[in-house]
């Protein structure tokens, strides 16, 4: 029983909460723009609602992609300085 959702290293833990929290945001965004475009009048507990989650998904995405950054940025760093090595190496 292999997990993260049985991968070869394809959705990560982070890329799922990212891919949930995103989906369910937005699509409680499209029920409130139908629910406008219908003629319906929107309450002012889903806007009051739709401001209290858009934190918590800016923290998600923030997070997810500040790590992504961190570990591409640490990654290259590490990866020139093999090849430094590597070259020393070769040279010597």
């Given at each position: 029983?292999?997990?993260?959702?049985?991968?070869?290293?394809?959705?990560?833990?982070?890329?799922y909460?990212?891919?949930?929290?995103?989906?369910?945001?937005?699509?409680?965004?499209?029920?409130?723009?139908?629910?406008?475009?219908?003629?319906?009048?929107?309450?002012?507990?889903?806007?009051?609602?739709?401001?209290?989650?858009?934190?918590?998904?800016?923290?998600?995405?923030?997070?997810?992609?500040?790590?992504?950054?961190?570990?591409?940025?640490?990654?290259?760093?590490?990866?020139?300085?093999?090849?430094?090595?590597?070259?020393?190496?070769?040279?010597?």
């Amino acid at each position: 029983m292999k997990t993260f959702l049985n991968d070869k290293d394809g959705v990560s833990e982070k890329d799922y909460l990212l891919l949930v929290s995103t989906t369910v945001f937005f699509l409680f965004v499209a029920i409130g723009l139908v629910l406008v475009l219908m003629g319906r009048p929107v309450d002012g507990m889903y806007v009051t609602l739709l401001d209290m989650v858009a934190p918590v998904l800016m923290t998600i995405t923030g997070g997810v992609f500040g790590v992504r950054a961190v570990q591409e940025f640490r990654k290259k760093k590490s990866d020139t300085a093999e090849e430094e090595a590597e070259d020393y190496d070769a040279r010597v």
